[in-house]
């Protein structure tokens, strides 16, 4: 217990929430999330409809190239303040270990799962899996990739 009578790992959560969460970093994250959905999407689509990969390839592929842009863009611009904190290369892993595994649970096996057990069209559950990944997505990058020192 600290002297306000809250637990520390307590306040330390709501502080984080206050602060981490609800902050003009997730603004920006938003933005380099919408960009790199924009990239996702309109590779899937171009891979899937024009070089005629199936779809749960293309979808892979997909991912990697919005996740390599949005670390670029991350890295240079979300967390600016905190790129040098750490190698490159250890952000780039990090990232690349955050990222791949919201996006392989979060958006991959929910566009699979919607698409072939449900019927949906894959371009609509590629939607619905990126925006389940992308709280989870952003917590891990906030608190771990690009982490205060």
């Given at each position: 217990?600290?002297?306000s009578g809250?637990?520390s790992?307590?306040?330390?959560?709501?502080?984080?929430?206050?602060t981490?969460?609800?902050?003009?970093?997730?603004?920006?994250?938003?933005?380099?999330?919408?960009?790199?959905?924009?990239?996702n999407?309109?590779?899937?689509?171009?891979?899937?409809?024009?070089?005629?990969?199936?779809?749960?390839?293309?979808?892979?592929?997909?991912?990697?190239?919005?996740i390599i842009?949005?670390?670029?863009?991350?890295?240079l611009?979300?967390?600016?303040?905190?790129?040098?904190?750490?190698?490159?290369?250890?952000?780039?892993v990090?990232?690349?270990?955050?990222?791949?595994?919201?996006a392989?649970?979060?958006n991959y096996?929910?566009?699979?799962?919607?698409?072939?057990?449900?019927?949906?069209?894959?371009?609509?559950?590629?939607?619905?899996?990126?925006?389940?990944?992308?709280?989870?997505?952003?917590?891990?990058?906030d608190?771990?990739?690009?982490?205060?020192?």
């Amino acid at each position: 217990m600290n002297d306000s009578g809250k637990n520390s790992s307590e306040s330390g959560l709501f502080s984080y929430l206050k602060t981490g969460v609800f902050s003009p970093r997730l603004i920006k994250f938003g933005i380099v999330g919408a960009s790199g959905t924009v990239v996702n999407v309109g590779c899937l689509y171009l891979f899937t409809e024009f070089a005629r990969i199936p779809y749960f390839i293309a979808s892979l592929i997909a991912i990697e190239l919005s996740i390599i842009s949005n670390f670029t863009i991350n890295f240079l611009w979300t967390w600016r303040d905190r790129s040098k904190e750490g190698t490159l290369w250890k952000q780039i892993v990090r990232y690349h270990i955050g990222a791949g595994a919201t996006a392989f649970l979060g958006n991959y096996l929910i566009m699979i799962a919607l698409t072939e057990f449900f019927g949906m069209h894959y371009m609509i559950s590629n939607l619905v899996g990126i925006a389940v990944g992308t709280f989870s997505n952003y917590l891990i990058n906030d608190l771990w990739t690009f982490k205060k020192k």
